[in-house]
């Protein structure tokens, strides 16, 4: 324990950091985004809280994205972020100024705030079986970007996707038929392929999974004037990307 010499400039020193919650040594971390930063070329423990307005003003699509790369290396190294919930729900709750928005399957081996190691009132999430884009969905996200202000729509597909396998062999039943069919699209790219085209055919179900998401992708730009626009304007970005099942690796897919 620091003895504080009272009368001494040392004194006031030592007891101007306690109070400033830094010990002797440390820096303040300067914090823009909600994440704490590398400071004096040392990096600093990491720091998780729910951002502000101002931050999410701040950041741009492209720092966004940066964002959900840097936490999925994270998560495929297994040095997730430790996170007080507790206090995050008690600050998250009178607002939301999340950074992005992920449209992603609904497969339960996809926790996708851990993909991206992200924490309460970062990210909006939407899912459904085959991450494909409808009407409710592109309101979901046009009140993510347009309302509360998120900078990065971000569509995840995976591999081994049932509901693209599903789609490939034709299934019929009840109203998976018809969610399907939304999927098919990705399915009939692919007329020339030579090869299997059954779901057995583990190139060809990742070809139709990308497909599907570069498909969704574009499908929110002609579906979404709101969102077109603003991507035009800068405001945001809209990209897809595929998750490798047994890494948990996200990669992203160019248009």
């Given at each position: 324990m620091?003895?504080?010499?009272?009368?001494?400039?040392?004194?006031?020193?030592?007891?101007?950091?306690?109070?400033?919650?830094?010990?002797?040594?440390?820096?303040?971390?300067?914090?823009?985004?909600?994440?704490?930063?590398?400071?004096?070329?040392d990096v600093q423990p990491r720091v998780e809280r729910v951002l502000t307005q101002a931050e999410q003003d701040q950041l741009t699509p492209d720092q966004v994205l940066e964002t959900l790369r840097d936490g999925n290396q994270r998560f495929t190294s297994g040095t997730l972020t430790s996170r007080d919930h507790s206090k995050q729900v008690r600050e998250a709750a009178l607002g939301q100024f999340p950074?992005?928005?992920?449209?992603?399957?609904?497969?339960s081996r996809i926790p996708v705030e851990d993909v991206f190691d992200r924490g309460i009132g970062d990210i909006f999430v939407a899912r459904v079986a085959g991450n494909f884009e409808n009407?409710?969905?592109l309101g979901s996200m046009e009140f993510a970007c347009k309302v509360s202000g998120a900078k990065l729509v971000f569509v995840l597909g995976h591999e081994s996707c049932g509901a693209v396998r599903g789609a490939i062999d034709g299934v019929e039943l009840g109203n998976i038929t018809?969610?399907?069919?939304?999927?098919?699209?990705?399915?009939?790219?692919?007329?020339?392929?030579?090869?299997?085209?059954?779901s057995s055919n583990k190139e060809f179900v990742q070809m139709v999974a990308k497909q599907n998401v570069r498909e969704t992708v574009e499908n929110i730009r002609t579906y979404s004037p709101i969102l077109k626009q603003m991507e035009a304007d800068g405001d945001i970005k809209i990209v897809g990307g595929i998750y490798a099942m047994e890494t948990g690796e996200v990669e992203l897919l160019q248009d």
């Open positions: 620091v003895k504080i010499l009272p009368g001494t400039i040392l004194g006031y020193c030592v007891l101007s950091l306690m109070v400033c919650g830094c010990g002797p040594g440390e820096t303040p971390v300067a914090q823009t985004d909600g994440e704490s930063k590398e400071v004096a070329g950074k992005a928005v992920i449209l992603s399957c609904v497969d009407t409710d969905i018809e969610m399907l069919a939304n999927i098919r699209p990705a399915v009939d790219h692919f007329t020339d392929y030579e090869g299997d085209k059954t």
